[in-house]
């Protein structure tokens, strides 16, 4: 179990995904990966990866790792929860799969657009797509539950 | 082709190291607590996690397949990972174990633990597609 995500921005009131998702993208593994928050919905969250020779990964291709597209689907997954929740609730990661459909193109950003589709009580279930420009053309899907640890009344 | 796993770029990056292997035959990576793998304040995040699980993959199966003198390019297809505890701020190690490794799929699992190592913090399942090495 894992996350969730307190740092720097108020828990209480309503939560705003864009505050939330700049703060993300600064600190912590979040600001290591340089995640940078790209927009939102009522259910949904998305952010993006730039590409760095730093985050490269087996291949020796300059391919992306995988590692960096974990982080970041877990981090759009459980932003979509509060999103949809419109208030922050904290929660751990149950589990998270992810399908790598192809390698994403060295030097380009990935982007992630993770969506809440359900929530049952502390259960939380969401999905995810990542893509690397093209919506049509992604590099990874994603799904998951999360549990919230406080308060859903 | 009994090199040992050499660690990506990512992997450094985050402060991994890959540990002499001992008896239980594939080696284990280990990853030092840091801001870069923190996630909510004073616990690592899952998503760093989930690197070294499958970093820990990687050299699992590089392990195995060396040591069968199988040379072959492996990708992975995808990972399933569950979260069983909070990953404090210490060192965290995991480790592969090849489950089997055919012609074109291998299926790997990986555990991460910090001090107990029978108290595992993550698990996982990870598959592989596998293709040979063209020699020139």
Known sequence: MSEDKTQGWRVDGPFDPEAAGKVLGSLGHGGFLGMRYGGHGTDWFEAELPWREELVGAGGNGVLASGPIISLFDNCTAMAIWTRRQRFVPHVTLDLRIDYVRAAVPGRSVIARAECYQIRGALAFVRGLAHDGDTSDPVAHAAGIFMATGDTA | ?136
Request: aromatic share 8%; proline share 6%; glycine share 12%.
């Open chain 2, 1 to 136: 082709m009994t090199a040992g796993f050499e660690l990506p770029p990512y992997a450094r990056a985050m402060g991994m190291l890959v540990l002499n292997r001992d008896h239980h035959g594939a080696p284990a990576v280990a990853m030092d607590f840091a801001e870069k793998s923190e996630g909510r304040p004073g616990y690592l995040h899952g998503g760093a996690i989930g690197g070294l699980l499958e970093m820990a993959g990687f050299a699992a199966l590089h392990a195995d397949l060396a040591q069968r003198g199988i040379e072959a390019r492996f990708k992975p297809i995808n990972i399933s990972i569950e979260y069983l505890r909070n990953g404090l701020p210490e060192r965290v190690f995991a480790r592969g174990e090849v489950l089997r490794a055919g012609r074109r799929i291998a299926n790997v699992r990986i555990e991460a633990w910090q001090g107990d190592s029978t108290a595992p913090i993550a698990s996982c399942w990870m598959n592989f597609q596998l293709s040979p090495v063209k020699v020139a």
